[in-house]
């Protein structure tokens, strides 16, 4: 089945931009029934949408971040990225990709495992 | 955008009902049917348990279900077991293509 799986590197320091990576596997990327989004959690917190892109490469973006945000899409590689810039402490967090049905529904309905991204000098 | 507004815990013994609820604006939660709720267990993943406000995936128990009353949505589940021990989260459409995430609830079997 559609599997979902986050990559990239799990330190960053001050100021830098943060890449990640979600790789899906067992099904394509290019459906037209999904979006692909990333969604965040601190360490004892709450979960924060950061953004959704489709294959097509339309992407939305939470306000609040929308400033330091990319997110691309490889349909070759059936991969989707995140960057976000400029990261201090509080982007501290277990980054999660997830599958997104829209189309009127709008909810994840797959997530990966997530992976801890640390900011820290 | 801020986050909506869910109890921090609630709590319950084994066979009992409890209810969560879930409460926005007229910008998000009272303005769409498309409310869904996550559990998360420690250490895992968010899984979909209810979508669009009282619709369940295939494999999620009957025990689950959700409503909506103006901006606050709920999710109740019933016949609590152990295995429901878990933090729960609701996410709402909010307009223009954005979502917006709970605050999150951790439920205790007592």
């Known amino acids: 089945q559609l599997q979902l799986q986050e990559s990239g590197p799990g330190l960053v320091k001050p100021s830098e931009t943060l890449s990640l990576t979600c790789t899906v596997s067992?099904?394509?990327?290019?459906?037209?029934?999904?979006?692909w989004g990333w969604i965040r959690q601190p360490p004892g917190k709450g979960l924060e949408w950061i953004g959704s892109?489709?294959?097509?490469?339309?992407?939305y973006y939470n306000p609040s971040l929308k400033s330091r945000v990319t997110i691309s899409v490889d349909t070759s590689k059936n991969q989707f990225s995140l960057k976000l810039s400029s990261v201090t402490a509080a982007d501290t967090a277990v980054y999660y990709c997830?599958?997104?049905?829209?189309?009127?529904?709008?909810?994840?309905?797959?997530w990966g495992r997530g992976t801890l991204v640390t900011v820290s000098s | 955008q801020s986050a909506l507004t869910q109890p921090a815990s609630v709590s319950g013994s084994p066979g009992q009902s409890i209810t969560i609820s879930c409460t926005g604006t007229?910008?998000?939660?009272?303005?769409?049917?498309?409310v869904s709720w996550y559990q998360q267990h420690p250490g895992k993943a968010p899984k979909l348990m209810i979508y669009?406000?009282?619709k369940r995936p295939s494999g999620v128990s009957n025990r689950f279900s959700g409503s909506k009353s103006g901006n606050t949505a709920s999710l109740t589940i019933s016949g609590l077991q152990a295995e429901d021990e878990a933090d729960y989260y609701c996410?709402?459409?909010?307009?223009?293509?954005?979502?917006?995430f709970g605050t999150g609830t951790k439920v205790t079997v007592l």
């Open positions: 997830a599958r997104q049905l829209w189309r009127g529904n709008w909810y994840f309905d797959l």
């Open positions: 067992g099904g394509s990327i290019s459906s037209s029934s999904y979006y």
């Open positions: 892109i489709y294959y097509s490469g339309s992407t």
């Open positions: 007229s910008s998000d939660v009272g303005s769409y049917n498309l």
């Open positions: 669009e406000g009282s």
């Open positions: 996410c709402s459409y909010a307009g223009s293509s954005t979502f917006v």
